[in-house]
């Protein structure tokens, strides 16, 4: 008998800062892969930013997950370190839902589980959308990537020269996705092959 290859995990949680084109996007990468169980949880902000920014109802993004989590639930699976998560992705990640996770409030299922990610010492990546930033988010993200966060703030790269929102999406979502070592070809890679091609001199000769 040949032995099925375990599916990776991942959960996605979606809260109410906007970006929360980012989200769908990723939901919609993830869906294409027969190795991934998408597990998903939406914050009350995160559904009402959804349908604000997006025209999307929550239950289209939850079609497209395996495994659907109220947010309010925190005995969910993803609650307990004995459930196994490969990764967890918060995106887009309000600045709350970040203090709550810093500081240790796991009131709702989303800031439990990536504490429990952090505890377990596993993949969590926090897609953090706030500008400007003063001094305490400054420091509460701080705290984070001691924690062992991964803080990614969706900022575009240029070099791809994108000529549409989707194709600037693409290119965070497929980055974030590069931090759980999960590979979409969504957007041109700097150097590599039919990616973008790299400048400058490859020799260090001309600088002495």
């Known amino acids: 008998m040949t032995k099925q290859t375990k599916k990776r995990r991942i959960l996605v949680a979606i809260t109410g800062a906007s970006g929360a084109i980012y989200g769908v996007r990723l939901l919609e990468m993830l869906r294409g892969s027969s190795n991934i169980e998408v597990h998903l949880t939406l914050s009350k902000a995160g559904r009402l930013t959804l349908g604000a920014e997006c025209r999307r109802e929550a239950s289209e993004l939850e079609a497209m997950a395996d495994v659907v989590h109220s947010a309010a639930n925190v005995g969910a699976a993803p609650a307990s370190g004995s459930f196994r998560l490969d990764g967890m992705i918060i995106v887009p990640c309000s600045i709350k839902t970040a203090s709550n996770i810093a500081y240790g409030n796991t009131a709702d299922l989303i800031s439990r589980a990536a504490d429990v990610m952090l505890k377990e010492r596993r993949n969590l990546v926090l897609a953090v959308r706030e500008t400007p930033l003063h001094w305490g988010h400054l420091e509460t ?68």
Request: charged share 25%.
């Open 141 to 208: 993200l701080t705290r984070l990537a001691k924690l062992g966060a991964v803080i990614f703030p969706p900022l575009p790269g240029f070099y791809h020269n994108p000529e549409t929102i989707d194709e600037i999406v693409d290119q965070s979502c497929m980055r974030m996705l590069d931090q759980l070592g999960i590979d979409v070809e969504a957007a041109p890679r700097w150097g590599e092959a039919d990616g973008v091609a790299p400048i400058g001199a490859n020799s260090c000769d001309e600088d002495g």
